[in-house]
């Protein structure tokens, strides 16, 4: 455990060093003038310093009442308590300190579920270019916590921690619907069946505690979160790649990729109450989130990389995962820095590398998903057994202690 937790604090410590902009930048006035020219040309760019100037963090303006902040409440709430160190430096200290207790947090529960776990996520590099680059860790600590809870069958808790982790980012939800889902897959556990009235209940509760009390004092601040990636632009995603949706209205591309990802979530729902695993059925839903979805931002990459762990995908996709995480940033950096400087050679890039970079991530992408759908269909207590039977196809043979128990 030493050892897991020592490699996590390496990278995001080297990742603070790596971030940190020098005094010519952060003593400009207004601080962090020329953020943007610096941070893409030495690879250095975080959200965590770019919003700083942008949501007037230095003023003290509370999140959601007195400035509109684009996430949801948790990370403004963090965002605004880290602001209050001194200066720009005490601000990314801060944030840099949260953050790490957060990734050392996701060690020790992972640690829990499996070393393997630890192990990989410990010494993967994506958290060195990931681990603040946006707050997405808070929300992977508040959702790992929950889903170790739930596996120890403490409902209640489990829903306040995956709640919280859906009031940081969304994703935590994906894993919150399948864990509810996955307590009616056993008819005669009645325990499970009220766990899940429990969770729903402890989930809401913690909700709207952490947002009414924002929605009741400026609704139009606290809703800019749901307004903003409504009329988001779109240009990414399988949808766009295929030539499908290119010239649809935004609206119209939000309604069709909500409803299919809805459609896989039912279909993977009922997988999970045929008895495969919540975490299987959380990737998939997750990578096809992803493959659907109209915007990707680099640090998806490290979502799509903790529910592959969760799940148990093969190390070659997990490897996969790594090498596109990395070359997305490396390719996001390399094209806001041609875009910066007016490059001439950005309309040559944008047209031949970048293509190839979005190519690289849908494949990683999708080799996850259908690692999901492999271990369901290998899986003898899932709905895809059914399947195998009626097509008549060779059904692995039992483990010799499953068939002597």
């Known amino acids: 455990m030493g050892v897991q937790l020592l490699c996590t604090s390496g990278w995001v410590l080297w990742s603070y060093l790596r971030l940190r902009p ?22 250095s760019y975080s959200d965590l310093l ?9 003023n003290h303006a509370f999140p959601y009442v007195h400035t509109v902040i684009e996430y949801p409440v948790l990370t403004g709430l963090f965002m605004w308590c880290a602001a209050w160190m001194p200066g720009v430096g005490g601000y990314l200290l ?37 681990s603040l680059l946006n707050w997405d860790l808070i929300a992977i600590f508040f959702m790992l916590a929950g889903w170790d809870y739930f596996r120890r069958r403490r ?37 499970a069946r009220r766990g899940a009235a429990v969770m729903v209940a402890t989930a809401t509760l913690t909700a709207l505690i952490l947002n009414l009390p924002f929605a009741l004092a400026n609704f139009a601040g606290w809703a800019d979160f749901f307004s903003f990636n409504a009329t988001r632009g779109a240009d990414v995603g399988l949808l766009f790649e295929l030539h499908l949706v290119s010239a649809w209205p935004i609206a119209l591309v939000d309604a069709v990729s909500a409803l299919l990802v809805l459609a896989a979530i039912v279909v993977l729902a ?22 659907m979805n109209k915007v990707f931002s680099p640090q998806y990459m490290l979502w799509v990389f903790v529910f592959g ?86 059904l692995e043979p039992e483990p010799m202690s499953e068939l002597v128990g």
């Not at 790490?100 to 393997?116: E, K, N, Q, T």
């Open 270 to 291: 009922l997988w999970v109450l045929r008895g495969v695993p919540v975490a299987t059925a959380a990737a998939a839903a997750l990578a096809f989130m992803m493959l």
């Open 309 to 394: 762990l969760l799940a148990g995908w093969p190390g070659w996709t997990l490897a996969s995962v790594t090498a596109a995480g990395l070359a997305d940033y490396a390719n996001a950096m390399i094209t806001l820095h041609f875009v910066s400087i007016h490059a001439r050679v950005f309309a040559w890039y944008f047209r031949t590398v970048f293509p190839l970079n979005r190519a690289l991530r849908m494949v990683a992408v999708a080799c996850g998903l259908l690692a999901s759908i492999w271990e369901t269909w290998r899986d003898p207590t899932g709905s895809w057994h059914r399947l195998r039977k009626r097509l008549a196809l060779p």
């Open 50 to 58: 770019s919003l700083y100037r942008a949501h007037h963090l230095a």
């Open 94 to 130: 801060a944030s840099c300190i949260g953050l790490l207790g957060c990734a050392l947090g996701s060690v020790v529960f992972l640690r829990r579920i499996s070393p393997r776990c630890a192990w990989v996520f410990a010494l993967s590099p994506l958290l060195l270019v990931y």
């Open 155 to 191: 409902y209640g808790w489990s829903g306040v921690l995956l709640s919280l982790g859906v009031c940081s980012k969304f994703f935590p939800l994906i894993l919150l619907v399948f864990c509810v889902v996955a307590c009616f897959a056993d008819r005669d556990d009645r325990v």
């Open 22 to 43: 020098p005094a010519s930048v952060t003593s400009t006035h207004p601080p962090l003038a020329g953020y943007g020219a610096w941070a893409y040309s030495h690879f």
